[in-house]
Every structure is written in C-alpha cells, then in structure tokens.
C-alpha cells in the first residue's frame, strides 16, 4: 500500500512534470499510441493481448483472480522494466510520475516496487483520466492569451514563416504540426500517421496553456478540420476574432513552395491519384483527366499551377476576410520586417483601444 504522500494529483504532476519529472504511463501500447500525457514515456506492464487476457478474467471470474494473472505476467518484467525506469531516473535525476488508467493496481504496483528499490515514484491519482477531464475543463472553460492568424492563399508560406519567427523566439503554435498534416486535400501526402483527436487536443492544450491572458502568439489560420482531427470551438472561434495578417506572395514562389513543402519529386506519383480524382466533382471529369496526365509525364510545375488556378484560388478566395492587413511577403528571406511591423500595429491598435 503506498503512502498517501506518494500519491499526487493531476495538478501537482503537471507541476512536478513542468520542473522535468519523468512521467511513465504503464498501460499498454495501443492504449499509449492513443493518447498520452505530452512527454510521457510507454513502460507497459502488459502487452495489448494480455491486457485483453486480464479483463476476460475480471469479466468472467473475479477481480482478484485477474490481479492474480496479472502479478504472473508481469512479474518476468519487473527487473527490466524497473532497470528502465532508472535509467530514466540517472539520466534527469529527477522525480518519476507513474500513471495508468485510472490510478489503479497499475500504476500502484509499478509505483510501490520503484519505491522498494529506492528510487523516487509517486502515482497519479486518477490516471490518465484525471488528465484528459482537465484538458477538457480547459478547451470548456480555461483562459489563454490573442491568437494572431496568418492566412493567405496555398502556398504563401504561412508555415515556414511561423517556423522563422519561432526561431527567432516569437511564441508561435504550429496547428498543423500538432496535426500533422498540411490542411488540404493532399495535406497527408508524405507524412505520417495523425495523432488521434485526444492526443492532438493534448498536445493543443500542452501549447495554449503557456500563454497567459496578458500573452500572444501567432498561428495559421485554419478552417475547423485538419485532416480528420478538429479544432476545439473555442479554439477555433478565436482564431475568427483578431486583425488577419494576410500574406501575399507570386503565383511562381507559391508553385516553388508547395513543390520544396511536399518534397515533391521525392514522392511516389501514385499519391497524388486519389487526392486529383476527388476533385471531380468540382474540376469535371475532363480537367481531371488533364491533371492526371501532367501528374503521369511528371509535369510538376504545370500540375502545381493548374491545381493553385483552377481548385485552391477559387476555393479559398473567400477566406480572404475584411478585418485584415495585406502584407507581401518574400517567402524564402531570412527576414520578415512587414509583417514584423503589422503584428506590432494590431498589438499596439487593440493597446490603444484598451487604454483610451
């Protein structure tokens, strides 16, 4: 039985997590992969099957005898699962945070033999549950900062532009990094796997969460769904309130961004058939068909220019919206004073606002 001091509470994990403690989650993969606390590293006591094997049990005998088989299957492990976790523990020397579900016989066991071996564990009371109920309490309810919104048309560069100005240390959240995918019909070309609609809101809340009501931070604007994942309403809503910086750059540096954005040449032709045959219901089967013989010959250039004219200008045109500063941009400059420039007009027009 562990100590009641041992045994935090959501709050002062994410403090302790916050100050560099490990937080190790002890569910299982596929529970993990699903969502998890940001940060947090996988040493399941139980695979996916066994984990299957251990609630049957429970269903259909008891709970003890499902602890039971439990302590059988996981016993192997322990040595190695416990060398693993100080290992984690050498290397930060700070506090390990260890959660399950629910904060059940999981993450209790786990906890009470890291403290025999004498390493610093406490359970999160609650589990993982406890986590996600606060990140729904703050897409409900919490408080954060302006979002300043990029928009502009495909390809005007708005994420390598928020990738610059991050790196010169402006605050900056990446929607469709979080995402991880581009937020358009061909958005998944080249990428990965999304992150489930838990994980990506975990992520979001990990984000948000450090800009105060006194704070901003830039973003893309987006529309509610990127990919198959969608944005908090609140979240989304806010992106609809504030001055739109709108970048304009050529048609010619918009078609060279989507072809460097996509690594174009590098993927596999086959990709792009699916995303071009969903068209056709807008382009017609005949222009369809025109796309797909550029894609065939390889004809990127003209592929690219063909798609900006003839889907994705018409089809965004209307998100240019009238609450907006037109900048033009040079894209590939190290250097983006025009728009350094309007985000201090609309920071300093909404001060002005505030205090006359």
């Not at 699962?81 to 290992?87: F, K, R, S, Y």
């Not at 382009?283 to 068909?289: E, P, W, Y």
């Not at 965004?316 to 609450?323: E, I, M, Q, V």
Request: aromatic fraction near 6%; charged fraction near 25%; proline fraction near 5%.
């Amino acid at each position: 039985m562990l100590k009641d001091s041992t045994i935090i509470d959501i709050d002062s994990a994410l403090e302790l997590r916050d100050k560099g403690a490990v937080l190790i989650d002890v569910r299982s993969p596929s529970e993990f992969a699903d969502s998890t606390i940001p940060g947090a590293i996988n040493l399941p006591l139980f695979d996916d099957a066994q984990r299957a094997e251990i609630g049957v049990i429970h269903k259909e005998q008891s709970a003890q005898a499902a602890r039971l088989r439990g302590m059988q299957i996981a016993s192997p492990r322990l040595p190695e699962l416990i060398e693993q976790a100080n290992g984690l523990f050498q290397q930060t020397r700070q506090r390990l945070v260890v959660f399950c579900w629910r904060g059940g016989s999981r993450s209790q066991a786990m906890t009470a033999f890291l403290q025999l071996c004498g390493l610093p564990a406490f359970q999160l009371r609650g589990g993982h549950k406890a986590f996600r109920q606060k990140v729904l309490d703050f897409f409900q309810l919490g408080q954060w900062g302006r979002l300043l919104v990029l928009r502009g048309l495909t390809g005007a560069g708005k994420t390598r532009i928020l990738q610059q100005l991050q790196h010169q240390q402006l605050k900056v959240i990446d929607l469709e990094g979080l995402a991880n995918h581009r937020g358009s019909a061909f958005g998944a070309i080249g990428l990965d796997l999304q992150p489930s609609q838990k994980q990506f809101e975990a992520l979001l809340w990990d984000e948000l969460r450090h800009i105060g009501p006194d704070q901003w931070a830039l973003t893309e604007g987006e529309s509610r769904h990127i990919g198959r994942l969608i944005l908090p309403l609140r979240v989304y809503q806010a992106l609809q309130l504030e001055t739109t910086l709108w970048l304009e750059t050529s048609l010619e540096n918009r078609i060279r961004i989507i072809a460097e954005d996509y690594d174009i040449s590098n993927q596999p032709p086959d990709a792009f058939v699916p995303p071009i045959n969903a068209l056709k219901q807008r382009l017609g089967h005949t222009r369809v068909n025109e796309l797909l013989q550029m894609l065939h010959h390889r004809d990127w250039h003209e592929l690219i220019r063909a798609l900006m004219e003839d889907y994705y200008d018409p089809l965004y045109a209307h998100t240019k919206p009238d609450n907006r500063i037109e900048i033009s941009i040079d894209p590939f400059a190290s250097e983006q004073p025009q728009l350094r420039a309007a985000i201090d007009r609309v920071l300093t027009a909404t001060d002005n606002t505030t205090t006359g």
